[in-house]
């Protein structure tokens, strides 16, 4: 079945770095395309980033654009989120997604420090 598994998450403070993994499993990892995702407390979880299977075309929330980079390696079925100049706004539970099965990850905490 559908795996999908965060990890990288963790506290930093406001202008620091993080980066995502999420390992993939399942699926035919190299032809589907994969998001980011992610939900505040008290808040709907909001789109952050997607990335096609090629990797060639990537989109992003405003609110991410310019700070936050996806990439993916087919070869290890892996996709990355890269987050930098970090803010306190981006405090949130990141999930995993791939939008054309529906299937979520567990998801992994960022908490940034003002």
């Known amino acids: 079945q559908v795996q999908l598994v965060e990890s990288g998450g963790g506290l930093v403070q406001a202008g620091g770095s993080l980066r995502l993994s999420c390992a993939a499993s399942g699926f035919t990892f190299s032809t589907t395309a994969m998001s980011w995702y992610r939900q505040a407390p008290g808040k709907e979880r909001e789109f952050v980033a997607t990335i096609i299977r090629l990797g060639g075309i990537r989109n992003y929330a405003d609110s991410v654009k310019g700070r936050f980079t996806i990439s993916r390696d087919n070869a290890r079925n892996m996709v990355y989120l890269q987050m930098n100049s970090l803010k306190p706004e981006d405090t949130a539970v990141y999930y995993c997604?791939?939008?054309?099965?529906?299937?979520w990850g567990q998801g992994t905490q960022v908490t940034v420090s003002s």
């Open positions: 997604h791939v939008p054309s099965l529906g299937s």
